[in-house]
């Protein structure tokens, strides 16, 4: 069984202070994927990778760095974090996408 | 425009009943993932379906990809299939098209 950790699971920052948000998988999946899931808006994707060395855009990327360094870590680096990003985010690894850990809940003061 | 769209939000079950939930789509795609969502919890994959149908216990899922839609049937709800559960569309190589409907909340009571 694949398993996909996230660390802190809980977060709260200042408006202008830097986030990083971990996400490591032990199953040696070449995808990642970093979501964020809001009221209304469901859970939208804001980067992925291939694999180790290779960050991609989703459909949110605004405000939000990834990086890869092995193929079984998978950051997400908010350089300057604003209220708006106030969030539970949530990262994914498999073919497609199928194995979800269990959450990161971030709160933007 | 919304690309996918899932009815109904929410739905109240006796248990027992069963339950349709529907995903509607307003693009091509590879295929259809279901998944299931505690509340406050993680997402569970239920079913990665590109057409068809897919059975899982009490669970179906079938897609009708020409139709762009995607169902999932529970049958005889239980108090514990309680929680949202969410359709995501995949287009493209290894899921780099991702779109997620914003899901059913269901609640079943005794």
């Known amino acids: 069984e694949a398993a996909v950790t996230q660390s802190p699971r809980n977060k709260v920052a200042v408006t202008g202070g830097k986030v990083t948000l971990s996400c490591n998988q032990t199953?040696?999946?070449?995808?990642m994927y970093w979501y964020r899931q809001d009221t209304g808006h469901g859970l939208r994707l804001i980067h992925y990778?291939?694999?180790?060395?290779?960050?991609e855009k989703g459909d949110i990327p605004d405000g939000y760095k990834a990086s890869r360094p092995s193929q079984e870590n998978f950051s997400l680096i908010l350089e300057l974090a604003t209220p708006s990003q106030t969030s539970v985010y949530f990262c994914?690894?498999?073919?497609?996408?199928?194995?979800f850990g269990p959450g990161t809940r971030l709160t933007v003061l | 425009g919304q690309q996918v769209q899932q009815s109904p939000a929410s739905l109240v079950l006796q248990e027992g009943e069963n339950a349709e939930l529907q995903c509607n789509f307003s693009?091509?795609?590879?295929?259809m993932q279901w998944f299931y969502q505690r509340p406050g919890g993680s997402l569970v994959s239920l079913f990665y379906?590109?057409?068809g149908t897919k059975h899982s216990g009490r669970l179906t899922s079938t897609t009708v990809i020409k139709e762009r839609r995607s169902s999932l049937h529970i049958s005889s709800s239980q108090t514990t299939d309680s929680g949202t559960y969410l359709c995501?569309?995949?287009?493209?190589?290894?899921?780099?098209?991702?779109?997620f409907g914003t899901g059913t909340k269901l609640q079943v009571v005794p």
């Open positions: 994914a690894s498999g073919d497609w996408g199928g194995y």
């Open positions: 693009t091509s795609l590879n295929s």
């Open positions: 379906n590109p057409s």
């Open positions: 990778s291939y694999g180790a060395g290779s960050t």
């Open positions: 199953n040696n999946h070449n995808n």
């Open positions: 995501a569309l995949e287009r493209g190589n290894s899921g780099t098209y991702q779109r």
